[in-house]
């Protein structure tokens, strides 16, 4: 088996996502209370253009011809892409710094309004993009619902890092009391995102013979890490720390075991990135 593309293509992928869906987060809280959420909102918005830049250097990395990304840019392709990829993040990157000034500076005007909906328009793209790119290049493991799990797998692993980050750091008085239920937040997108990782295996299972053996790749040589490190460590078990975490009295959390799944969600997120882009460049 030859793999092109080494481990900093999935980190790439990872990073890129943990920003966007920080973002994501930021924007959302932004728009539901930002005076409430103001530490949760200054911290994602700082890190979702760090993160995503930090992706992007491991994939120039990788490539070994960082000059090919200015060239992207210079020589834009309407017909490319990779064009309209490298365009789309190069926009959040600009967009998300610049809402981050806003919100550093409190200017909570018009502008601010536009460029948090601006921001939230290009994460959701990129965050489609990532799994697009790889059905476009048209091998067979990287098919189906990629799209659509991208997106899911972003979001929940950039809420449960910014999670995590308000548990260990947070001292914010402002942000306690009633608010989000973020217990149920979390399972919801860990349900969805676990029907995602399904219906991609699926689509390998009764697909053609090329992915049928994908599928056997799935159940043999990386069983242990599809159904141990992703459903099981990944998401069954933070579903179930959750969940009894939403059965606490109202607006209570267990700290120990949100921290727990933040981290094994997080890392299941990571998992599922590389399983995917491990499986699309086996050659049989």
Known sequence: MFYAWDFRISLDFFFGG????AFLL???TYYINRERYRWTIRVASFLAPVFVVIGLLFLLSELGRPEKAIITLWNFNPTSLISWGGLLQFLFIIVAA???????KEQ??????FITGLGSALALLICIYHGYLLTSIGRDAWSGVLPLLFLLVSVLSGFAFMVLLNILFNKNDQEKGPGLNLPIIMIFLIVFTGIGVFSWIYGLYVGNAEK?????LI?????????????AAGLMAPGILFFLNSKLKKNSINKISTIAGCILVISGSFLIRHLILLLGQTSF
Do not use: E, N, P, Q
Not at 98 to 104: A, H, N, V
Not at 212 to 216: D, E, G, P, W
């Open 212 to 216: 049928i053996l994908i599928y056997k």
């Open 18 to 21: 943990l920003g966007l869906g």
């Open 108 to 113: 909570y005007d018009k502008m601010t309004h």
């Open 98 to 104: 610049l809402f981050y000034w806003k919100i550093k």
């Open 26 to 28: 930021a924007a959302s």
């Open 219 to 231: 159940t043999g040589k990386y069983a242990l890490m599809t159904f141990g490190g992703i459903f």
